[in-house]
C-alpha cells in the first residue's frame, strides 16, 4: 500500500470515529435564572432521557409540557426533588379566569407533590360529577376532602374569587391531589368553570393573597430513586450528565466540547497538550488501530 493510499485509509478512520467523539458543548448548568441538574437538562441529550419530552429549555424559558398544555417552571427544589410549575390560566386571589383545567401525561415520571391543593371552582351542583344527593332537599355535597372548607371560604374573600358571587359550596378541594389513576383533571366534564392550585401558605394560612401559587410535582431519579454514581462523579469533574447512542446511554458532557462514558478531567486539552484522559485515551487507541490496519496491509 503506498503512502497515497494509506492517507486516504486513515481520513476514512478519523472521518467515521472523531464525530461521534468530538461534539460541541450543548448541555448548559442554567436555564435563565433556574440551575439544572440531573435529571433535567436543557435540550436533547442532555439530563435523562425520561425527562426531556417534559422539561424544556427554550430561549432560557424553563418549561413543562404536557397534553394540557406548557407550564412556566418557576423553581426545583433538588433536596426533595419537587418542581413548581405555574399554570397562567388558573385562578389567584388576584385573578380570576375560565381555566379547562391541568393534567399529567399517564407515562410521566412525575406526581402530584403532597402539598399541593387543588380547588376547583364555580362547579354546577346539580349536575357536576363531583356533586352527590343523597335524596334530601338541598342535600348536595363534594365528593372531595371535607377539610378543605377553610381553603374555599378564604378564596371566596378574595375580592376577584367573589365577583363569580356564588356560593362556598361550589368549590370543591383535593388535598392530598387525587385525580385518579390518570391524574386527568378536565374541568368541562366537571362541570366546574375554573380551578385554583396551591402547593404552601407562606405562614399565612388566613391570608389567601400570601399564599403560594402554582403546582408541585415529585419526581424520582428512577424505581429505587437512587442518584446514579456515574452522573455524580460526572458533576465532581465539572461535567453535565447527559445521554446519546441508539440505546440512549450515558454520557458526560464537559466543558472541553467533548462527550465521555465516565467523566471529565480538569487539565490542558488534548489540542495543546498529550496529557491523557479517557476521550484521548480514545482516540489514541483508534488511530493506532488505524496504523497497525495499514502496516498490515503493506
Known sequence: ??????????????????????????????CGNIPIKYPFGTGPGCGDPRFQPYVICN??????????????????????????????????CACTQPSKGFSLDGNAPFSFNDDTVFALLDCATDSSPIYK????????????????????????????????????????????????????MDLEKLHCSSYSAL????????NPQAWKYGVGLKYKFNFN???PDMCESCEKSNGVCGYGGPYNSFLCNCPSGFNTSSDCFLGSSWSNSFTTV???????LIIAL???????LM
Not at 71 to 85: A, E, G, M
Not at 137 to 162: E, H, K, R, W
Not at 278 to 284: M, R
Not at 290 to 296: D, E, R, T, V
Open 133 to 184: 344527593s343523597n335524596g334530601g332537599v338541598n342535600s348536595t355535597f363534594p365528593m372531595c376532602d371535607s377539610q378543605g372548607a377553610p381553603v374555599c371560604s378564604l378564596l371566596y374573600s378574595c375580592q376577584a374569587i367573589s365577583r363569580l358571587n356564588l356560593p362556598i359550596s361550589t368549590c370543591c378541594v383535593y388535598t392530598p391531589v387525587d385525580l385518579g389513576p390518570a391524574f386527568e
Open 59 to 92: 430561549n432560557q424559558q424553563l418549561s413543562f409540557k404536557t397534553h394540557t398544555g406548557c407550564y412556566p417552571v418557576t423553581s426545583i427544589d433538588y433536596n426533595n426533588q419537587v418542581l413548581y410549575i405555574n399554570d397562567p390560566s388558573m385562578s389567584t
Open 199 to 206: 402547593y404552601g401558605f407562606n405562614g399565612q394560612e388566613l
Open 1 to 30: 500500500m503506498n503512502f497515497k493510499k494509506s492517507s486516504i485509509f486513515i481520513s476514512c478512520i478519523v472521518f467515521i470515529f472523531l464525530p461521534s467523539l468530538i461534539t460541541s458543548q450543548s448541555c448548559q448548568k442554567s
Open 290 to 296: 488505524g496504523w497497525f490496519m495499514i502496516l498490515a
Open 225 to 227: 430513586n437512587e442518584y
Open 278 to 284: 479517557p476521550w484521548q485515551t480514545d482516540i489514541l
